[in-house]
């Protein structure tokens, strides 16, 4: 059963998330959590500087 994924890309030698989601039903449970630790050792066994993160405006309940 997915309970969420991580989808993420690299850019100059970042990995940069593009796309986080957990399900309703397991979120508050670190599912979040594991998924962004599991990104960390990736960026790391790959030699990457780090991990890079942007929100668009009408996905963060910023917009209008």
Known sequence: QCVGYLLYR???QRAMIVHLCVDREW???G???V???R???VTKERGLQGIGL???R???GLGP
């Open 35 to 37: 998924l962004v630790e």
């Open 58 to 60: 009408d996905r963060c």
């Open 54 to 56: 942007r929100c668009r």
């Open 27 to 29: 979120q508050n449970q």
């Open 10 to 12: 690299v850019a100059k």
């Open 31 to 33: 599912v979040s959590r």
């Open 39 to 41: 990104l960390a050792t």
